[in-house]
């Protein structure tokens, strides 16, 4: 399976900076030190509980489809930051970007999207992530000027 | 609650910056209250943390030599920190044998099983509070749970068998509500196994601005723990939040499955 869809992933070392843990326990399931990226359509987006959940058809190079399953964060964490049951529709072409499964499975959870405008949809908890460290950034700049 | 951890929650307070909220929680702690400040501090207390982990996370986020490491690298160490000197030493052989639950193993996760009282009064999100006359509820929306802490000196049923969330009394005096729970079903305590004999003592208090909403509680068991393990979590004052019905949880696997696309 890794063969045949090795021409479809873009392995990078800790692009996002090791993704922290949801509560169900991120890394016991995902990698959080590399990600990979998928094109494919959109068959299923699931606002459920524990994890929301999207269903993607993944054309390879030789024209065989793979459907991966994109792990999100729980529906009331997401829909704290205006996510809806809207966010991705059925049949989108989607660019999706994710920490993929220890057990090499088709499988990532969600780091971010790119739709076929380049539009950019990003896991709410790396925005977070962002704005902290900006915050560290901030006090770094205070403690300097204070020396 | 030691006079260190006491001065370490004060500067951690100065420490959190506030959103602008509509009015502060008048009502004592009656309300919606949800995660965490967006802060460093904050998310380190997403689900729980302690007071040691707290600190350790200060000196590194302090220390320039980290300057250059990304957050979740210092919040690693200092969760590693946490396990070394915090809890592993107070685990027993017998909750050591039994080992960490993986997150993969987690129930909620795998079979959709609403959480035990030792991991839902942690849960993420929101928690609204009512206070009645004779009991507080608090309503926690992970697992859409209720939680009834009875405020009028009852005693717990004769016979009463252990439950998911168990049985508690409370009182509030001199701003803070205590709360002892006792009759919990054995569950998951930060990853690790506890039994039966677990019981709790939680210790609300709010804060002078009344945004923010700190609980300490001690969990007694002598299956787990060889002494008492003290855990924090924090919320903020949320009024503009509310809860929706957690229904529709789908075990991943049959998602997966029933899609066709397991591997």
């Given amino acids: ?147 | 609650m030691t006079k260190l951890s006491a001065a370490f929650s004060s500067a951690l307070l100065l420490l959190i910056s506030i959103n602008a909220q509509a009015q502060p929680a008048a009502s004592g702690f009656a309300g919606m209250w949800s995660d965490p400040p967006d802060t460093p501090e904050g998310l380190f207390c997403f689900f729980n943390c302690t007071d040691y982990g707290l600190a350790a996370l200060g000196r590194l986020l302090d220390d320039p030599a980290n300057d250059d490491r990304s957050y979740n690298e210092l919040t690693g160490e200092a969760k590693r920190a946490v396990n070394e000197a915090v809890l592993m030493p107070v685990l027993t052989e017998a909750a050591i044998a039994a080992g960490r639950t993986s997150g993969a193993d987690d129930p909620g996760f795998l079979n959709c099983e609403p959480w035990g009282f030792a991991k839902e009064i942690f849960s993420p999100h929101q928690n609204e509070i009512t206070i009645n006359a004779d009991h507080i509820v608090m309503h926690y929306a992970e697992w859409d749970a209720y939680r009834t802490i009875y405020t009028d000196g009852r005693s717990p049923p004769e016979n009463m068998q252990p439950s998911l969330l168990g049985f508690s009394t409370g009182s509030i005096e001199a701003g803070t509500l205590t709360v002892n729970t006792t009759h919990i079903a054995a569950g998951l305590l930060n990853d690790w196994q506890h039994s039966d004999e677990l019981t709790a003592e939680e210790h609300y208090t709010i804060s002078e601005d009344g945004q923010i909403l700190t609980l300490y509680v001690s969990f007694q068991d002598s299956w787990a723990l060889k002494a008492p393990l003290t855990v924090k979590k924090i919320w903020k004052w949320s009024p503009d939040e509310e809860i929706y019905p957690y229904d529709e949880c789908i075990i991943p696997t049959d998602f997966i499955e029933s899609r066709g696309a397991a591997r």
Avoid: C
């Avoid at chain 1, 399976?1 to 843990?21: D, E, N, P, Q, Y």
């Avoid at chain 1, 057990?103 to 990532?108: E, L, N, Q, T």
């Avoid at chain 1, 977070?128 to 560290?136: P, W």
């Fill in chain 1, 1 to 147: 399976m890794k063969t045949r869809i090795i021409g479809l992933l873009f392995v990078s070392i800790a692009l996002f900076g090791g993704v922290s843990s949801a509560h169900h326990s991120f890394f016991a399931v995902y990698d959080g030190q590399n990600t990979v990226t998928v094109k494919g359509t959109v068959t299923q987006f699931r606002m459920v509980n524990p994890h929301a959940m999207m269903l993607l058809d993944v054309t390879d190079t030789d024209g065989s489809e793979q459907s991966w399953t994109v792990e999100f964060d729980g529906r009331l964490h997401l829909s704290r930051a205006g996510w809806s049951r809207d966010t991705f529709k059925i049949g989108e072409v989607l660019e999706v970007t994710g920490n993929p499964a220890h057990s090499g499975s088709d499988m990532m959870f969600f780091n971010q999207s790119v739709d076929a405008n380049g539009a950019v949809i990003r896991r709410p908890r790396l925005e977070l992530e962002d704005s902290i460290e900006e915050q560290r950034r901030q006090r770094r700049a205070q403690r300097d000027a204070q020396n």
